[in-house]
């Protein structure tokens, strides 16, 4: 009896070896295993296919310390002119006026901060600018990784917002009946500052940065100043986005759509359309310093703003780095005008809108702090609307999707000018 039952083990045991065998083998014949995930041969190929496209010959390379690496890459060979609306486009290498002799409404606290700017301590960086620099005629590209279009939902849209199924005009109510705004996205929930009501073209902020806790892999929390005008969008800030970059490190980006990111646009230089000019700067490369609540705080200066000879949107970062800009060939409504401005953060999840909420923060993952600013802020609020100096916006209101799990709070009385604060936790006890 037991010499039996001994025999049934063994043979329940090869017979689970030879079924383990057999399943090993079927993923050998379907897929590949990379890294304890298994792919499709398919999207491997897709992978391949799609790094042949991004990455270009480069003229030198960058090993960052925080593992990034940088190619510098040659600006007439950029990913930009792939798009089949560039083919023939002349890169233009600045703007064709400098903004900053507009601003003849500027404050007191505006040209003290550019005087120092140089000299604060409280300016990001670049992490991999430790490492090296571009030479002149480059461009510095963050080299994609092929596990990195492999984890991505979608090798096709990857470096993409993930696709709305609903929007609503939510703000509709705040700015009249005759002035409504696209605001909410399915699985997004945004806490911002936006005005609406002229033609603009431009939008600046000096945003606070952070490096907020994101809970999934396919979650992201970005803090940005964008521009708008119906499902065409151009924005920069900073993002913790683990779909895109692979990891949790707070970056610089640039993103841009012209369909509310169903079938165009991308971050950084994902994808064909961003036309590169600075070699100082690399898009979606982490930035350090950041602030931690009751700390030191750090913060990013970005100003998206349209050229009014060639309509290139432009994004300055700093005061005074071009990085590069948008072609109006990108889009329709865009070429001429925005029609909102938008200032704040965002924050995508499946389970944004469910039990239970994510638990990804926005801004510092603290609610609205305006006593001791330990959340998410904007400050120096400016914008071009139908005149081409920077200046405050004449009227702005706030907007945010889920006021128990991300709120806000514009600051206008006893301060010098206005500020925005913003951010919160996710998921808690008022948002379960």
């Known amino acids: 009896m037991g010499k039996g039952l001994c025999f049934s083990e063994v043979m329940i045991r090869l017979r689970g070896m030879v079924i383990m065998l057999g399943m090993a083998v079927t993923l050998i014949r379907c897929g590949v295993i990379v890294e304890g995930d298994v792919f499709s041969n398919h999207k491997i190929l897709e992978a391949e296919r799609k790094l042949t496209q991004l990455r270009k010959p480069a003229v030198k390379t960058i090993q960052s310390e925080d593992g990034d690496i940088i190619d510098c890459i040659d600006i007439y060979k950029q990913p930009a002119f792939d798009h089949p609306a560039l083919t023939n486009h002349t890169i233009q290498?600045?703007?064709?006026?400098?903004?900053?002799?507009?601003?003849?409404?500027?404050?007191?606290?505006?040209?003290?901060?550019?005087k120092n700017?140089?000299?604060?301590?409280?300016?990001?960086?670049?992490?991999?600018?430790?490492?090296?620099?571009?030479?002149?005629?480059?461009?510095?590209?963050?080299?994609?990784?092929?596990?990195?279009?492999?984890?991505?939902?979608?090798?096709?849209?990857?470096?993409?917002?993930?696709?709305?199924?609903?929007?609503?005009?939510a703000a509709a109510a705040q700015f009249g009946d005759n002035k409504t705004v696209n605001v909410l996205r399915a699985n997004h929930s945004k806490a911002i500052l936006l005005t609406v009501g002229y033609r603009y073209t431009g939008g600046k902020g000096d945003i606070k940065v952070y490096n907020p806790m994101v809970d999934l892999d396919d979650d992201y929390s970005t803090s940005q100043v964008s521009l708008l005008n119906s499902r065409e969008m151009v924005e920069s800030g900073w993002a913790v986005?683990?779909?895109?970059?692979?990891?949790?490190?707070?970056?610089?980006?640039?993103?841009?759509?012209?369909?509310?990111?169903?079938?165009?646009?991308?971050?950084d230089l994902t994808c064909p359309g961003f036309v590169q000019v600075s070699n100082k700067v690399a898009l979606g490369a982490a930035i350090y310093p950041v602030s931690f609540p009751h700390d030191l705080p750090y913060e990013i200066i970005v100003y998206v703003f349209k050229d009014p000879v060639t309509s290139n949107w432009w994004v300055q970062y700093g005061e005074s780095i071009y990085v590069g800009y948008w072609p109006p060939q990108l889009f329709l409504a865009l070429s001429y005008h925005a029609t909102s401005v938008e200032w704040g953060g965002e924050v995508y999840s499946p389970r944004v809108g469910t039990t239970p909420h994510t638990e990804t923060d926005m801004g510092?993952?603290?609610?609205?702090?305006?006593?001791?600013?330990?959340?998410?802020?904007?400050?120096?609020?400016?914008?071009?609307?139908?005149?081409?100096?920077?200046?405050?916006?004449?009227?702005?209101?706030?907007?945010?999707?889920?006021?128990?799990?991300?709120?806000?709070?514009?600051?206008?009385?006893?301060?010098?000018?206005?500020?925005?604060?913003?951010?919160?936790?996710?998921?808690?006890?008022?948002?379960?």
């Open 93 to 114: 290498m600045a703007p064709t006026y400098d903004p900053t002799r507009e601003r003849k409404t500027v404050t007191k606290m505006d040209r003290l901060k550019k």
């Open 241 to 267: 986005n683990p779909s895109v970059y692979g990891d949790r490190e707070t970056r610089f980006f640039v993103y841009w759509t012209a369909d509310d990111s169903k079938k165009t646009g991308c971050f």
């Open 117 to 169: 700017e140089e000299q604060s301590s409280r300016m990001v960086k670049q992490k991999w600018r430790k490492s090296g620099s571009c030479p002149p005629g480059t461009i510095p590209v963050r080299r994609v990784r092929k596990k990195e279009l492999l984890r991505a939902g979608s090798v096709k849209d990857y470096g993409r917002k993930k696709q709305s199924t609903a929007s609503r005009h």
């Open 364 to 432: 510092s993952g603290q609610f609205a702090d305006f006593v001791w600013g330990t959340s998410g802020s904007v400050k120096r609020i400016r914008i071009h609307d139908n005149s081409p100096e920077l200046k405050l916006p004449e009227y702005a209101d706030v907007y945010m999707d889920e006021f128990n799990c991300y709120d806000v709070k514009y600051l206008v009385d006893y301060v010098e000018e206005p500020e925005f604060y913003y951010g919160g936790p996710g998921r808690n006890p008022m948002c379960p």
